[in-house]
């Protein structure tokens, strides 16, 4: 008998695993693979994630090698849009290294290592079965198994919406990172966009956006591959991305789900690393109090509040995106990008995690009309 079992050892995992652990309870932290393992992601660590994990996990910033760019370059549909220095940093990671670390700070903290044995079903009510027969109990269980989510899966038969669910594809090229801005390529998918991560030993280049807009990605990769000049020899791998669609119901009795699995990505970036460790640490949160209240059954009502920070900007950033990528408004987002150095430096800063959409939203509602009015004037 545990007080808790967390399923998947991500950021969400293990956030809530080392929250749980740190507090007390009997904790185990359940993952289908053994750890380092890898995770398709672009690796990008943002400010907020930094944040986040420095609160979590208290330490200054994660061991595992990251490099630290604050050169951005941004293109569209072929255009060089600007290079600009003096970014807010943005931290580039391999999620292989990033992950086994953040698991392994979980155990440290006291979790009980289940880790390279899948969760094979569960019941509402908390008792978890391993595919090796094993069958563990807790009144309280976390589901951040992802976006493919077994744990969703068996509350809601489903893990996510096709209709809103987001896709990317990756592939790593051997080019040497040395110089290499990160880069950002507007409309290089329908809603979404494309992206060449500098990370230790090479670079990171990818396509993602809403699965229903986009349904050749991999032409669109090729054609993206082609745009950057580089170069890739490694193969096209492809992940659902919860690009906007947070769950509205964040689990069901005394399941609580974190991360991906609650579908909790921005989007507008793709940024699904700091919400992750923030949902995984509230989702323990709401257990720790839950359970010193004698009152388990209440840990998902008090995570569904705490979670509404979250949700809240995630709404937000969902009305935001109709004027970044819904086609009537793109070109006068791109164009604006380029002259206003506000909304430049504003988009900036939340690509860095260091702004919310409420200030952004604001801050574009207001000169919305000026930017129409420039583009109309410069396309007639
Ligand atoms: C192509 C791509 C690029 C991205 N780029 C970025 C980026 O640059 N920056 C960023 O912040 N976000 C990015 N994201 C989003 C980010 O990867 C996710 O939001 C983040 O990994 C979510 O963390 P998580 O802990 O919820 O899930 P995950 O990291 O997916 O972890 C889930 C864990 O659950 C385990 N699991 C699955 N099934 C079972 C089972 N049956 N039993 C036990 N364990 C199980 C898995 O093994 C895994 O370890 C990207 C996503 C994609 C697809």
């Known amino acids: 008998?545990?007080?808790?079992?967390?399923?998947?050892?991500g950021p969400a995992g293990a956030s809530a695993a080392v929250t749980a652990a740190r507090?007390?309870?009997?904790?185990?932290?359940?993952?289908?693979?053994?750890?380092?393992?890898?995770?398709l992601c672009g690796g990008g660590f943002t400010g907020r994630s930094l944040?986040?994990?420095?609160?979590i996990f208290?330490?200054?910033?994660?061991?595992?090698?990251?490099?630290?760019?604050n050169e951005m370059a941004f293109y569209a549909f072929g255009q060089h849009l600007g290079t600009y220095q003096d970014c807010p940093p943005l931290y580039l990671a391999m999620r292989r290294s990033l992950d086994a670390e953040l698991c392994a700070r979980a155990i440290a903290a006291g979790a009980e290592d289940f880790t390279g044995r899948a969760m094979q079903s569960l019941t509402p009510d908390g008792a978890v079965t391993l595919v090796d027969g094993t069958l563990l109990k807790a009144p309280v269980v976390i589901g951040a198994d992802g976006v493919n989510s077994p744990t969703a899966r068996s509350l809601f038969g489903t893990a996510f919406n096709r209709h809103e669910i987001g896709f990317a594809l990756e592939v790593e090229c051997d080019t040497s990172p040395d110089t290499l801005p990160v880069r950002i390529d507007f409309g290089a998918a329908d809603w979404g966009y494309g992206w060449a991560f500098p990370k230790q030993h090479g670079v990171t280049v990818g396509v993602g956006g809403l699965l229903r807009r986009n349904p050749d990605l991999k032409s669109l990769l090729e054609r993206y591959l082609v745009a950057t000049g580089l170069e890739s020899h490694s193969t096209v791998k492809g992940q659902f991305l919860p690009f906007g669609h947070a769950r509205k119901q964040p689990g069901k009795g005394r399941v609580l789900l974190a991360g991906d699995a609650?579908?909790?990505?921005?989007?507008?970036?793709?940024?699904?690393?700091a919400y992750a460790m923030k949902s995984g640490q509230m989702a323990a949160l709401a257990g720790i109090q839950s359970l010193a209240k004698g009152t388990p059954e209440t840990a998902l009502t008090q995570y569904r509040q705490d979670l509404r920070a979250i949700t809240k900007a995630i709404g937000q950033a969902r009305f935001l995106r109709q004027l970044m990528f819904r086609p009537i408004f793109r070109r006068v987002f791109i164009n604006s990008f380029v002259r206003s150095t506000h909304l430049r430096h504003e988009y900036l800063r939340l690509l860095a995690g260091e702004t919310e959409y409420s200030g952004l939203s604001r801050s574009i509602s207001r000169?919305?009309?000026?930017?129409f009015w420039r583009t109309i004037a410069n396309t007639r």
């Open 1 to 9: 008998m545990h007080d808790v079992i967390v399923i998947g050892g």
């Open 23 to 39: 507090a007390g309870l009997r904790t185990a932290l359940v993952d289908k693979a053994r750890f380092p393992r890898d995770k």
């Open 51 to 55: 944040s986040y994990f420095q609160q």
């Open 58 to 69: 208290d330490a200054p910033r994660p061991d595992a090698p990251m490099l630290c760019r």
């Open 262 to 273: 609650a579908g909790l990505v921005d989007p507008i970036t793709g940024e699904g690393i």
């Open 367 to 371: 000169r919305l009309p000026r930017y």
